[in-house]
């Protein structure tokens, strides 16, 4: 199984989801990231919500830095800003306690979840929000299908 991945900009929520299955690596993340940051809707102001309840991490303490790198060298964030991660294995766990620390470097404030509604609370998104959001993730999958 190979990895998938794509995004949507929701600039009335100032808000950049992604949504990723399968096996997937930080190259593939980098990938991602290419993409929206040419996106005409991308602002480095808006936060991101990272979905990979689908996806199964293959990476190692090496990959998170070098993608830390990829990002202090691309993007230029004004502010801080809000990356929620929602995870399902304990891979991502470890990979997001070593990311954690290094992101809050780079003015990125990191929680990580194993429920989307954690998430989304955390994020503070009122239940109308919420419900915004889960749709546009299941437009995600589908648009990946």
């Known amino acids: 199984m190979t990895g998938h991945s794509s995004y949507i900009i929701l600039p009335s929520m100032k808000l950049i989801i992604t949504y990723s299955s399968g096996k997937v690596n930080l190259k593939n993340l980098q990938e991602l990231n290419q993409r929206f940051l040419t996106d005409k809707n991308y602002n ?16 190692f303490k090496m990959d998170v830095t070098e ?5 202090k060298g691309n993007v230029s964030l004004p502010k801080k800003v809000r990356t929620g991660v929602v995870y399902s294995t304990l891979n991502f766990k470890f990979l997001l306690s070593i990311y954690k620390p290094l992101a809050a470097l780079q003015k990125i404030d990191v929680g990580s979840f194993k429920s989307m509604t954690e998430c989304l609370d955390w994020m ?6 919420q419900k915004l959001i889960n749709d546009a993730i299941e437009s995600i999958k589908i648009e990946l299908l």
Do not use: H, K, Q
Request: charged share 20%; glycine share 0%.
């Open 44 to 59: 480095p102001t808006f936060d991101v919500l990272m979905d990979f309840r689908d996806a199964v991490a293959i990476a």
């Open 124 to 129: 503070a998104y009122a239940a109308d929000e």
């Open 67 to 71: 993608y830390l790198n990829f990002l």
